[in-house]
Nanobody, 116 residues
Framework: VQVVESGGGLVQAGGSLRLSCAAS????????MGWYRQAPGKQRELVAV????????DYADSVKGRFTISRDNAKNTMYLQMNSLKPEDTAVYYC??????????WGQGTQVTVSS
């Protein structure tokens, strides 16, 4: 499975961005998908996840109410709509894809920078 993120960039505080994560290859076995982020000097942290089937979602407390995760199985693509962005959202955002039987694939990351 190949995973490619896109949609990062520079935005002012209060603005919005939409990230995309496109998966290719053995996508028939994709289970959960998620977004993670890593700011300079910090550990990578979970932002949001979405499962297959019922599309259950979960978010980090810091982004609840501002970010929305979604996926389009027909396109093997996951999205992260980020609204009301804050400077503390600045990080490299990574897409994580879990395929049966539990193998994880990561994208190369996309930089999101929020200026104050």
């Amino acid at each position: 499975v190949q995973v490619v993120e896109s949609g990062g960039g520079l935005v002012q505080a209060g603005g919005s961005l939409r990230l995309s994560c496109a998966a290719s290859g053995s996508t028939f076995s994709i289970n959960a998908m998620g977004w993670y982020r890593q700011a300079p000097g910090k550990q990578r942290e979970l932002v949001a996840v979405i499962t297959s089937g019922r599309y259950n979602t979960d978010y980090a407390d810091s982004v609840k109410g501002r970010f929305t995760i979604s996926r389009d199985n027909a396109k093997n693509t996951m999205y992260l709509q980020m609204n009301s962005l804050k400077p503390e959202d600045t990080a490299v955002y990574y897409c994580r894809v879990v395929v049966t039987p539990g193998i994880t694939y990561w994208g190369q990351g996309t930089q999101v920078t929020v200026s104050s």
